[in-house]
């Protein structure tokens, strides 16, 4: 199972919107809504912020907005903070009963 | 609030067996989650090793199910992972989780694991 492929990094300004994407495969991505992302500050536990391709836990801001179109999942963040620069990272299950993981993408906020 | 805690040697050496341990805390690890561990070697993305439920039951990834082995103590409500005979390609920064619903809500911090002689 290869893993799920995200850019590298993403940029924007305070109060712009970025898109992340994360694409796999139709044993992946594509066949399942189990798609989640969340958001890590190195040294830190991850934390959830989209699962089921498009909720948010409750305490996410509504900023983050989750979505799909057949192999690609993304993550759009709206009104880019200072606070919002981490790595993101997808994940999905996938067919094989087990769950793949993207490759990583550094927000930087500039 | 649900912490996890991962703990255990930081250095092991090839051929050897590493375990680690995650401490649980606002949570009894004999509730309804999966308890996961998920792995990142250096430079390089997650890895999902598997996950564990309080009933008994385990998945594991494929690629490593010979070698691993995930378990209880309930009495310190922590799980633990279980990898034997290691190599360098092990090295990675492990985390535990507690999932359900296809998702996980918490994770821990991670732990350094190198595997060098």
């Known amino acids: 199972q290869s893993a799920l492929t995200q850019p590298a990094s993403v940029s924007g300004s305070p109060g712009q919107s970025i898109t992340i994407s994360c694409t796999g495969t139709s044993s992946d991505v594509g066949g399942y809504n189990h798609v989640s992302w969340h958001q890590h500050h190195p040294g830190k536990a991850p934390k959830l912020m989209i699962y089921?391709?498009?909720d948010r836990p409750s305490g996410v801001p509504d900023r983050f907005f989750g979505s799909k179109s057949g192999n690609t999942a993304s993550l759009t963040i709206s009104g880019l903070q200072a606070e919002d620069e981490a790595v993101y990272f997808c994940?999905?299950?996938?067919?094989?009963?087990?769950?793949?993981f993207g490759t990583g993408t550094k927000v930087t906020v500039v | 609030q649900v912490q996890l805690q991962e703990s255990g040697p930081g250095l092991v050496k090839p051929s050897g067996t590493l375990s680690l341990t995650c401490d649980v805390s606002?949570?009894?690890?004999?509730?309804?989650?999966?308890w996961s561990w998920v792995r990142q070697p250096p430079g390089k993305g997650l890895e999902w090793i598997g996950e564990?439920?309080?009933?008994?039951?385990?998945n594991y990834h494929p690629s490593l199910r010979s070698r691993v082995t995930m378990s209880f103590d309930k009495s310190k409500n922590q799980f633990s992972l279980r990898l034997t005979s290691v190599t360098a390609a092990d090295t990675a920064v492990y985390f535990c989780?507690?999932?359900?619903?296809?998702?996980?809500?918490?994770w821990g911090q991670g732990a350094l694991v190198t595997v060098s002689s």
């Open positions: 564990t439920h309080h009933s008994g039951t385990t």
């Open positions: 989780a507690r999932g359900s619903d296809y998702r996980w809500h918490d």
């Open positions: 089921e391709v498009i």
């Open positions: 606002g949570a009894s690890i004999s509730s309804d989650y999966w």
């Open positions: 994940s999905s299950y996938t067919s094989s009963a087990t769950y793949v």
